[in-house]
């Protein structure tokens, strides 16, 4: 690893693994302890923030398996629970044992908790960290260490711990040592040092004091050592004071108990905004009566009812049927069979025209009525009114006068569940729009806190995915500030270069960073005498040729090996233009002509080292070739020449492993941004984006150098004689390789307007006759800068 990557004099208490990969930078220290130390660390390759635990422990097999069956056990419970952060390396060396986890998006409870949070926020965020506990505790893993610094929450039903201590476990039991904040550790754990042998170990019952323990904190602000217990919402404290009992066993017996309890919180502190309408009555039973004689199914009442018979809506006496509805209430006395829709007395037992049970049928529909109510109420509570409205438009439908009451509510709830749409609608898109102005004006902290406050069923795909771009973006800035303040202690101008120009990209109104690449630039940069801009690099090692990994891997592109670039060089910033071409040749070779910006095509090998040799005289820099016995075109271009190589500070065309260690510009992945091919189009001109035609040097992103069309445009001469099998035949570490002695074609990097995303790649190669030309090859040019540290 790298040591311009680490913070400036990084004090640890043991050295950093060797083995840990050159893909990972070290970014700063988090937490050290006597037996570990935790950093945090950004992969280069994949762009994203990562934490690295080390655990000081004796280096052999007892201590490794034990520990690499709990992180499989880990990594095998979180198949179930996706939330969970995954553990991506591991590794073992004489000072201990170390793992690579993904960094949690997020705010940490400490963060969150600036003030008493409302009650129905707090229940919900601790109902969803306790969901994620009760998963832990059924793949065998307890917490143990739970407190506001420790568990994470992106919403108000996201919330999760990190990682348990892997190095405490040792055959799924935990030691009985002390750890993290006391005060927020059960009364067992804090005495676990002094513990008798043969003492029971902590398990979930230490969890449920420390759930409850973190539930006081986020409703009052205080820790348990100041908490009073007049401070915590009446609704709350039955709860809190049975999970922080001293004793194990007073504490609810399971946290699926604890977890019920919240559930039941949740409900009772919802938001009085969706008040229902009142729950219709529960009409009384009939008293069984004995059937009457069944006349047709369309007669009329003709005969009376039973004595004592009154009205099953408001108990009057009926008295005279002929009237056909109650006087008092206005009750029809005829009622339609619920399965056949026949016309009945409502003191007949059974259909005249069925023959069904009237009154099972009523129970029946009554049961079926209050279901749907009940099933309405929930998808209300949870947002999800589409839901609701076929089963009210049911409801609404029901013809019979025992269940006026449930079509009346009804009728009223749907008007509140298409007014609750309408504004719903109204509030998400409202939120989109402040998110999108956030998101536009680079305000991603603003973007995350106004997206928090949209409860979880509202969030759309749309919404979801801008908040993760916000985090991520968060992130990034956060690690591309902590790389420039290092780029800058250490005067790696280069890397520090490429860290502004990405800082920018995400905060493109920062004036400071503005200035600050102004400044890099001037001192990163020189302008030949013929007007044209190159870039200082400084050399290094890089790995050259393609990772087996690669889907488009060809066989001249491998095996990967180490290469030295042992000085610094000025490249050109851009290809060589039609413009400089023809002001320094007096000629232009290119088959499109139609802008002078575009760069020179249709150029032979001699022609573009002819062109070096141009510039260097320019300046009065000796030649670097040598350059006899040449042989023209009609069009001034050169087909064949003698080249020689002097030596000269002059300009001369890249060697293939200085093109390539310039293009990747500190990258190990195929193309210098990534991996990611649907990317190409931002930084190349291919065969995708092209219209099939050249276009003006610069108008695609830069690489982290600050060289422009590298993967794409035109492909570039570079000097070396092109061999297919080289890189079999390459050693380890060598410095800057420059190919055969002689050959027949000469190398060509980087992709072309007409060539596919493949092409594009770092390691790509391609070749040519040194006497041929095409519309698809230019060039760029370079010189051996001073050893001067940038």
Request: aromatic fraction near 8%.
């Amino acid at each position: 690893m790298s040591t311009t990557d680490q913070p400036v004099s990084p004090q640890h208490s043991f050295s950093i693994c060797a083995e840990i990969p050159e893909n990972l930078a070290l970014k700063q220290k988090i937490h050290e302890t006597p037996a570990s130390e935790t950093w945090e660390v950004f992969d280069r390759s994949k762009k994203k923030k990562y934490i690295l635990k080390r655990v000081k422990s004796p280096a052999d097999a007892d201590t490794f398996e034990p520990f690499k069956t709990n992180i499989q056990a880990w990594m095998q419970l979180r198949e179930s629970l996706p939330a969970l952060p995954e553990v991506s390396m591991l590794g073992q060396d004489a000072d201990g044992i170390w793992y690579v986890r993904e960094s949690v998006v997020g705010q940490t409870y400490a963060e969150l908790v600036s003030k008493p949070a409302k009650e129905h926020e707090t229940a919900r965020r601790l109902l969803a960290l306790a969901n994620v506990l009760a998963k832990l505790h059924g793949g065998g893993f307890f917490h143990h260490n739970l407190k506001p610094t420790n568990v994470f929450t992106s919403g108000l039903d996201n919330s999760i711990p990190l990682d348990p201590d892997f190095g405490r476990f040792r055959y799924g039991k935990l030691e009985l040592v002390p750890f993290g904040q006391a005060e927020f550790l059960a009364p067992e754990q804090r005495t676990a040092g002094t513990a008798a042998p043969g003492s029971a170990v902590p398990g979930a019952a230490a969890d449920i004091w420390s759930l409850s323990a973190l539930l006081a904190f986020c409703l009052t602000g205080s820790p348990p050592t100041q908490l009073k217990a007049e401070l915590i919402p009446e609704a709350f404290r039955a709860l809190i004071a049975s999970g922080m009992q001293e004793s194990p066993d007073a504490r609810p017996e399971s946290l699926a108990e604890f977890i019920t309890a919240l559930e039941q919180l949740v409900k009772a502190t919802r938001p009085s905004a969706f008040q229902t309408p009142p729950t219709p009555p529960v009409p009384p039973a009939a008293a069984p009566v004995p059937s009457a004689p069944a006349p047709s199914a369309s007669a009329i009442i003709t005969s009376p009812p039973p004595s004592g018979t009154t009205c099953p809506q408001c108990h009057t006496a009926v008295l005279n049927i002929a009237d056909r509805v109650c006087p008092q209430c206005g009750r029809p006395y005829q009622e339609p069979c619920l399965n056949c829709q026949s016309l009945n007395p409502f003191w007949v037992r059974n259909c005249r025209g069925c023959g069904s049970d009237l009154l099972t049928l009523k129970q029946h529909m009554f049961a079926n009525l209050h279901s749907q109510k009940q099933q309405i109420l929930k998808f209300r509570e949870s947002y999800g009114h589409d839901k609701t409205l076929p089963l009210l438009k049911y409801m609404s439908t029901v013809n019979h006068p025992d269940f006026v009451a449930f079509k009346e509510w009804a009728k009223s709830m749907t008007m509140l569940i298409q007014k609750e749409r309408r504004d719903i609608k109204a509030y998400v898109e409202g939120i989109r729009a402040q998110a999108n102005a956030a998101m536009e004006s680079q305000k991603y902290e603003r973007v995350r806190q106004i997206l928090e406050q949209v409860p979880r069923p509202l969030l759309d795909d749309a919404l979801r995915q801008q908040y993760v771009d916000a985090e991520e973006a968060l992130t990034e800035v956060d690690s591309l500030i902590r790389e420039i303040r290092n780029a800058i202690s250490t005067k790696q101008y280069s890397q520090l270069l490429s860290c502004v120009q990405r800082y920018l990209e995400l905060k493109a109104n920062d004036p400071e960073a503005q200035n600050l690449q102004r400044k890099i630039e001037k001192l990163t940069t020189t302008t030949s005498a013929t007007g044209m801009k190159l870039r200082r690099i400084p050399g290094g090692r890089f790995y050259m040729g393609s990772h087996e990994s690669d889907e488009y891997l060809r066989n001249n592109e491998h095996p990967q090996h180490k290469v030295i670039i042992p000085h610094n060089l000025f490249v050109g910033v851009y290809l060589v233009t039609q413009a400089q071409f023809q002001e320094l040749m007096d000629y232009n070779p290119s088959i499109v002509l139609e802008n002078e910006e575009c760069p020179v095509e249709g150029v032979t090998w001699y022609s573009a080292i002819e062109f070096c040799n141009k510039m260097s005289e320019a300046e009065s820099l000796p030649p670097f070739y040598g350059i006899k016995a040449v042989r023209r075109r009609m069009n001034k271009s050169i087909e064949g020449a003698k080249v020689t190589i002097l030596g000269g500070e002059g300009y001369r065309l890249p060697t293939e492993a200085e093109w390539e260690y310039a293009c990747r510009a500190g990258s190990i992945s195929p193309w210098c941004f990534g991996d990611q091919v649907m990317d190409v189009g931002h930084y190349a001109w291919y065969y995708e984006n092209s219209s099939m035609e050249t276009h003006p040097v610069g108008q695609r992103k830069p690489n982290a150098w600050g060289l422009f069309d590298m993967h794409g445009n035109v492909m570039e001469w570079c000097y070396d004689w092109y061999d297919d099998l080289l890189y079999q035949q390459s050693g380890e570490e060598e410095e800057n390789p420059t190919g055969p002695a002689d050959g027949i074609s000469k190398v060509l990097r980087g992709g072309a307007w007409q060539f596919g995303a493949e092409a594009t790649r770092c390691a790509y190669r391609n070749s040519s006759a040194p006497e041929a030309v095409a519309g698809v090859i230019g060039f760029r040019v370079c010189r051996n800068a001073d050893d001067e540290a940038m």
